[in-house]
C-alpha cells in the first residue's frame, strides 16, 4: 500500500482495518503514516517529504521525488505482493505504477480515490487506465466517468460521512475554525490571510474562541505563524480536542480540500480561502471545467459556500461573507444535509466497502492485453 498524505494515510488505515476483518492474517508493506502504521504497516520512510502540491511547488523538489519513486517501485516488484494499493497522491502514486508496468510486472493495481476528472485535466482517467486495474471512488458521481475511460470502479463511500461525531453544544460566543491546511506552502500563504480577516471579524464577536486544529509536525511553524494575530489561538493536535472543537464550532476560514466536508459532517457553516503558486494558479485556472472547488457545492449542486481563491483571498472579502455566514447559516446547513446523505451517511463504513471492492475485484481479476 502506498499513501503520501496525511489524508491518504487516514483511507489507508480504514482500508487496512476493513481488509484485516475478511482476512486477519493479511500484511501490508510499503507507504503510510503513523494512521497506516498503527495497523500494521512498515513504512520505507516518512511521508511528510511527500506533501507538496502543485507543478511550481513540485519542481524544487523534483529529484528528490523521483529518486523516492524508484526506491519504492524497486521494493514493490521486489516484494511481488499480491494487490499493489496505490491512495490519493496521483503524482507520487501512479508514477510508481508507471514504473512496475514498463518493468513487466502483472501485479494488479487498485487506486484509491479517482481522479478529479470533473474538475480539470479529463485525460487523467485514460491514462490512468494504462497502468491501473480498480478504482476506489469517493464520490458517487465518480464511477462512470472511470468507467467512461475503461477502468472498472465502485462508489465506496466518503470516510468523513461515517465518522462519529462529538456532541457539543454550539456556543453564543463563537468557536471560530482556523483550517490553513496541512501543507507548509498553503499554511504560509493562507495563516497570515485568515490573522487579518480575524481583525475585522472580532470586533463583532468579542468573546470569540479561535481553534487551529493541526498535525504535530506543524506545531512549531504554526506558532511562529500566528503570534501576531490579533487573538491567541489555541492550536490543538490531539484527536480528541480535535473531534470537540470541530462539533463545538460555529463557523471556520478554511483551505479548499476535503476538510470541507469534514466541517459539512459537522454542520460548520465555512468560507474558503485558498492562494498558491502564481504560476500554479494560472494553469489549474486555465484547465479548470467547474466554477467551484469547493467539495459541498460540487455534491450538494448547490453554490452556497463561499469562496475566495487566488487574488481574491483577501481578508476585506473573506471576513464580510464569515460574518453573513454566522448571522445566517441555514443555506448551507440544508447544502450540507443533503451532501452528507449523498456520500453514504448512515450505512456501511467506507473501509468495509472499500475492502470488499478489493477483495471481490481480485476473485474476479482478468488484466485487459
Not at 216 to 240: C, F, N, Q, S, Y
Not at 276 to 287: A, D, E, G, K, V
Request: hydrophobic fraction near 50%; proline fraction near 8%.
Amino acid at each position: 500500500m502506498i499513501a503520501g498524505e496525511a489524508s491518504g494515510d487516514l483511507l489507508g488505515a480504514d482500508l487496512m482495518a476493513g481488509l484485516l476483518r475478511f482476512d486477519p492474517k493479511a500484511q501490508f508493506l510499503g507507504l503510510g503514516g503513523r494512521l497506516m502504521q498503527a495497523q500494521g504497516l512498515q513504512s520505507l520512510f516518512d511521508i511528510s517529504e511527500l506533501s507538496v502540491m502543485g507543478i511550481a511547488e513540485i519542481a524544487p523538489k523534483y529529484f528528490v521525488l523521483k529518486r523516492r519513486i524508484a526506491q519504492v517501485a524497486a521494493d514493490v516488484a521486489a516484494r511481488k505482493p499480491d494487490v499493489l494499493i496505490t491512495i490519493d497522491s496521483p503524482d507520487f502514486c501512479l508514477r510508481v505504477a508507471k514504473q512496475l508496468r514498463v518493468w513487466g510486472l502483472d501485479i494488479p493495481i487498485i487506486h484509491y480515490v479517482a481522479p478529479s476528472v470533473w474538475a480539470w485535466r479529463p485525460n487523467r482517467a485514460v491514462k490512468m487506465a494504462r497502468v491501473v486495474d480498480h478504482v476506489l471512488a469517493l464520490l458517487p458521481f465518480e464511477p462512470p466517468l472511470m468507467q467512461a475511460a475503461g477502468l472498472s470502479c465502485d462508489f465506496v463511500g466518503h470516510p468523513i460521512a461515517a465518522r462519529p461525531l462529538a456532541s457539543v453544544a454550539k456556543s453564543d460566543d463563537p468557536l471560530i475554525l482556523a483550517l490553513p491546511g496541512s501543507r507548509m506552502g498553503e499554511i504560509a500563504r493562507l495563516t497570515p490571510v485568515i490573522g487579518e480577516s480575524l481583525e475585522f471579524i472580532l470586533p463583532h464577536y468579542p468573546n470569540a474562541r479561535v481553534v487551529v486544529p493541526t498535525l504535530p509536525h506543524l506545531l512549531g511553524p504554526l506558532r511562529a505563524l500566528v503570534k501576531d494575530w490579533i487573538i491567541t489561538p489555541e492550536l490543538v493536535i490531539d484527536a480528541a480536542d480535535k473531534v470537540q472543537a470541530f462539533g463545538a464550532a460555529r463557523a471556520a476560514i478554511a483551505a479548499s480540500g476535503t476538510v470541507s466536508l469534514e466541517l459539512a459532517a459537522n454542520r460548520v457553516p465555512m468560507v474558503i480561502a485558498y492562494d498558491m503558486h502564481p504560476i500554479t494558479l494560472f494553469l489549474m485556472q486555465r484547465m479548470a471545467r467547474i466554477d467551484t472547488v469547493t467539495l459541498v457545492n460540487i455534491v450538494s449542486e448547490t453554490r452556497t459556500v463561499p469562496e475566495f481563491i487566488g487574488a481574491k483571498c483577501r481578508a476585506d472579502l473573506i471576513a464580510p461573507a464569515l460574518l453573513t455566514t454566522l448571522s445566517d447559516p441555514s443555506a448551507q446547513l440544508a447544502a450540507m444535509e443533503v451532501t452528507m446523505q449523498r456520500l453514504g451517511a448512515g450505512g456501511q463504513a467506507p473501509g468495509v466497502r472499500a475492502a470488499t471492492s478489493v477483495l471481490a475485484f481480485l476473485r474476479g481479476r482478468t488484466r485487459p492485453a
